[in-house]
């Protein structure tokens, strides 16, 4: 059993779920606001792909708009189109790249949905067959996830690469 990913994460602030003090974490990024990690990957004219701050799973990615918008109903018909393109782009580097086998997709849209940041944002997390949580650990010494600053490296050159 050597060939699993083993990576301890470095960065247990994400464990705790310690967020930095701004008004919208995802404005901060699009800001460039030095009080947020950097974990943008991507930057299309209307969105950016990020790693989630708090992945569920190596790999799990969010795709924001630039603007401070709330629902998708305040989305136009082209950001729709290039939010569609950016997902497609998504699923097939995760696919390729992270033998990803299988997604879920989507949004939580208003504070009663479960969501914790108001700026919309789509949720793409990849699912593997043999999964653990987060923090799981297996016979007492394997956790198998992925430093969200590792992911950001690796998919950055990825992203830029496609187009
Ligand atoms: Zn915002």
């Known amino acids: 059993m050597t060939s699993d990913r083993l990576f301890v994460p470095s960065k247990q602030e994400y464990v705790r779920g310690k967020r930095p003090n701004v008004k919208c974490i995802l404005c901060s990024v699009v800001n460039k606001d030095p009080k947020v990690d950097k974990l943008d990957i991507y930057s299309s004219e209307n969105f950016i792909i990020s790693v989630n701050l708090y992945p569920y799973n190596p790999g799990h990615l969010m795709i924001f708009?630039?603007?401070?918008?709330?629902?998708?109903?305040?989305?136009?018909?082209?950001?729709?189109?290039?939010?569609?393109?950016?997902?497609?782009?998504?699923?097939?580097?995760?696919?390729?790249?992270?033998?990803?086998?299988?997604?879920n997709i989507g949004y939580n849209i208003g504070?009663?949905?479960?969501?914790?940041?108001?700026?919309?944002?789509?949720?793409?997390?990849?699912?593997?067959?043999?999964?653990?949580?987060?923090?799981?650990?297996?016979?007492?010494?394997?956790?198998?996830v992925e430093d969200p600053i590792n992911t950001v490296n690796k998919l950055k050159k990825l992203f830029n690469k496609e187009n």
Request: hydrophobic share 40%.
């Open 111 to 144: 504070l009663n949905s479960g969501a914790s940041i108001e700026h919309l944002h789509l949720h793409i997390v990849p699912r593997y067959p043999r999964e653990v949580g987060f923090i799981d650990v297996i016979s007492g010494t394997r956790i198998i």
């Open 65 to 103: 708009p630039k603007k401070h918008i709330e629902s998708v109903v305040e989305l136009n018909d082209n950001e729709v189109l290039e939010l569609h393109k950016l997902q497609v782009m998504s699923i097939n580097i995760l696919k390729e790249n992270y033998n990803a086998q299988a997604f």
